[in-house]
């Protein structure tokens, strides 16, 4: 087991308009935990964003929201990190996935960014060695459509996927805490998803959303 994780980020952009973006699935499951392990978020100015300290079945952890906006997301988690003296491997990313279907969820260490913005600038502050847990979102189709599709919410029917997603996975945090990410990686990566199904009479009038990739 490497060093025990600290410190989970949930990636996203601040403010109401953004609130129910794609792009806020980081911010979702950074709510999801404060609300089950009874943490309240305030604004810490020095650390650039939402900071909340919960006890996750005797582990202590801080929850951070970086209220910098994703592509800066890196300075909020560097700030944080070096006030409490963690390394980034002690910390736990979490973040929408274009590149996963919708229902998916993946945990690893390390990596590059994926053309995700928010990463790029996790790791031009603090480097590739902290874990990810990378929330599918699905993919428009067209990478011309993404950043539209990310900065949009999901059709009530994808919204349900990816909250339930959310929940599972934060459901197999305590055992990343406590037995470390292989056995967390496993739970996670084999879990049942429902598949989305094909509905082409939702197409054709325009009821799902289109996007792109602003990562």
């Known amino acids: 087991m490497t060093d025990p994780i600290k410190i ?13 973006d794609r792009h806020n699935a980081g911010y979702w499951f950074a709510d999801v935990l404060a609300r089950r392990y009874g943490g309240e978020f305030r604004s810490e100015v020095k650390f650039h964003g939402d900071l909340c300290r919960v ?3 005797g582990h202590d ?7 910098t ?11 944080l990190a070096a006030y409490l003296k963690y390394t980034a491997s002690q910390i736990l990313v979490v973040h929408d996935e274009l590149d996963l279907p919708l229902g998916k969820v993946k945990l690893k260490r390390g990596g590059g960014h994926g053309g995700h913005n928010g990463l790029r600038d996790v790791i031009s502050h603090i480097g590739k060695e902290f ?11 067209d990478k011309e459509e993404v950043i539209d ?9 994808d919204e349900n996927i990816i909250i339930d997603t959310i929940n599972d996975a934060a459901g197999v945090i305590p055992l990343l805490l406590a037995e470390g990410e292989h056995k967390a990686m496993h739970k996670l990566h084999s879990r049942d998803v429902i598949p989305k199904p094909y509905r082409k009479d939702a197409e054709e009038d325009g009821e799902e959303d ?6």
Do not use: D
């Open 61 to 67: 952890i801080r929850l951070l929201k970086p209220t």
């Open 69 to 79: 906006y994703m592509n800066r997301s890196g300075l909020a988690i560097q700030a």
């Open 8 to 20: 989970i980020v949930g990636l996203g952009n601040p403010g109401p308009s953004n609130l129910l």
């Open 210 to 215: 289109k996007g792109e990739e602003g990562k």
């Open 55 to 57: 006890n996750i079945e």
């Open 149 to 157: 599709y990310v900065l949009r919410r999901a059709s009530r029917e």
């Open 131 to 141: 874990f990810r847990l990378r929330i599918g979102i699905g993919h428009p189709g």
